[in-house]
Antibody
Framework: QVQLQESGPGLVTPSQTLSLTCTVS??????????WSWIRQHSGKGLEWIGYIFYNGNTYSNPSLKSRVAMSVDTSKNQFSLDLNSVTAADTAVYYC???????????WGQGTLVTVSS | QSVLTQPPSVSAAPGQKVTISCSGSSSNIGDNYVSWYRQLPGTAPKLLIY???RRPSGIPDRFSGSKSGTSATLDITGLQTGDEADYYC???????????FGGGTKLTAL
């Protein structure tokens, strides 16, 4: 059973960079066949896809966030990461990492981590 | 404003059937697979249906999905009180080159 776990600061200062890491267990990122996604959910709101990365480092980002998003993968640690720069209070949300299958469905999710942007 | 449109809420009595709709366009639902997710309060979403109508291992056959043109539907039969949750549809939008979701539907078992 694949498991994902997000980690990173729960509080980020406005204008700084939000950095999160997702650690994958029960399966190898480098085995291919899947993308690895970041999704966020504002309080009481719906889901917003941020982007995904392939094991070879190819990335695809939501156009609405693309200019502020960077993603990376570390296959040796079986981890992938998200950097979101120039954050504001509007970036306060629960951030999820998820495995993405070829049909673009998200079949395994992390438990989510709340990131609050505040001074 | 979500790219995909879902009713904010639906309700039905336990044991009954409920249908949740998801409406999109030719660039998203019309051109790509649809998936459905259930989210219980305080937890991560869970995949219920993928590739329009396929169920992951462990998902009971009370849950079924379908797609026609630019719309998709999630049917839940034999409604249980434990099915009370928020339900989301999702797909890829070929024009936006982005994953997109519906705004979510809150299911209440009366």
């Amino acid at each position: 059973q694949v498991q994902l776990q997000e980690s990173g600061p729960g509080l980020v200062t406005p204008s700084q960079t939000l950095s999160l890491t997702c650690t994958v267990s029960g399966g190898s990122i480098s085995s291919g066949g899947f993308y690895w996604s970041w999704i966020r959910q504002h309080s009481g709101k719906g889901l917003e896809w941020i982007g995904y990365i392939f094991y070879n480092g190819n990335t695809y980002s939501n156009p609405s966030l693309k200019s502020r998003v960077a993603m990376s993968v570390d296959t040796s640690k079986n981890q992938f990461s998200l950097d979101l720069n120039s954050v504001t209070a509007a970036d306060t949300a629960v951030y999820y990492c998820a495995r993405t299958a070829a049909g673009k469905d998200f079949d395994f999710w992390g438990q989510g981590t709340l990131v609050t942007v505040s001074s | 404003q979500s790219v995909l449109t879902q009713p904010p809420s639906v309700s039905a009595a336990p044991g009954q059937k409920v249908t949740i709709s998801c409406s999109g366009s030719s660039s998203n639902i019309g051109d790509n697979y649809v998936s459905w997710y259930r989210q219980l309060p305080g937890t991560a979403p869970k995949l219920l249906i993928y590739e329009n109508n396929r169920r992951p291992s462990g998902i009971p056959d009370r849950f079924s999905g379908s797609k026609s043109g630019t719309s998709a539907t999630l049917d839940i039969t034999g409604l249980q009180t434990g099915d009370e949750a928020d339900y989301y549809c999702g797909t890829w939008d070929s024009s936006l080159s982005a994953g997109v979701f519906g705004g979510g539907t809150k299911l209440t078992a009366l």
